[in-house]
């Protein structure tokens, strides 16, 4: 099955500062999403990559997908404190049956933005 | 629209037990997804219901069963409930499959003791 491993695990960054989470797939990525999850609640959808190259933005945070779609970067200009919680990236997992059904998660990268 | 809802939010339990959690999907959706999700750890996908009927299961027990209703609003049973399911379990529906419109419900924080 696939797997997505996420680096950091954790980051403290000072607010103002740019910061930047990665997402690497073991397996080809046929679709890539990016959620944000405050503590011990649900998933907020951020942005969603298909094809290789893709980058989208929305408002201070930009997503990319690299060209072999095996990897995504979540970078966020000048933090604030309202960014702070955990990022996590999910994927299309077509092993299942053949069919996209479900996600497949990393475990997440806990942001602090720090004052 | 008031969003995906479940219920309860907070649940204990003993192992042995059996429980029952709720979802409501968003209105216009009509799939739902179930997912657990160990503390410091990514969602792990539980199966999916479609027209009240499990469409794709993830790797899980048999203990772990579910039903969606008419109004697409659906249930997680677990049986005979272990120390190890212990777990935030979150809904999300969308329409059909589609990923980009899933929304995901607050979760209910379940303790087995």
């Known amino acids: 099955s696939q797997e997505l491993e996420q680096s950091p695990q954790s980051l403290i960054v000072q607010e103002g500062k740019n910061l930047t989470i990665n997402c690497t797939s073991s397996k080809t990525l046929y679709g890539l999403y990016w959620y944000k999850q405050k503590y011990g609640e649900g998933l907020i959808f951020l942005m969603m990559?298909?094809?290789?190259?893709e980058e989208k933005s929305h408002e201070k945070i930009t997503a990319k997908l690299d060209e072999k779609k095996q990897q995504s970067s979540l970078h966020i200009t000048a933090s604030q404190p309202s960014h702070a919680g955990i990022y996590l990236c999910g994927a299309d997992d077509w092993d299942r049956g053949g069919g996209a059904d479900g996600l497949t998660f990393g475990k997440g990268t806990h942001l602090i933005i720090q004052p | 629209d008031a969003g995906v809802t479940q219920s309860p939010t907070h649940l204990i339990k003993t192992r042995g037990q059996q429980v029952t959690l709720r979802c409501s999907p968003k209105?216009?959706?009509?799939?739902v997804s179930w997912y657990q999700q160990a503390l410091g750890q990514g969602p792990q996908f539980i199966f999916q219901?479609?027209?009240?009927?499990?469409?794709q299961r993830g790797n899980f027990p048999d203990r772990f069963s579910g039903h969606q209703f008419p109004n697409y609003s659906s249930e997680l049973n677990v049986n005979a409930l272990l120390l190890g399911d212990s777990a935030l379990y979150l809904c999300?529906?969308?329409?059909?499959?589609?990923?980009?419109?899933?929304?995901f419900g607050p979760g209910t924080r379940l303790t087995v003791l």
């Open positions: 990559l298909q094809k290789g190259g």
């Open positions: 999300a529906s969308s329409f059909g499959q589609a990923w980009d419109t899933q929304y």
């Open positions: 219901y479609y027209e009240e009927e499990e469409r």
């Open positions: 209105s216009g959706h009509d799939t």
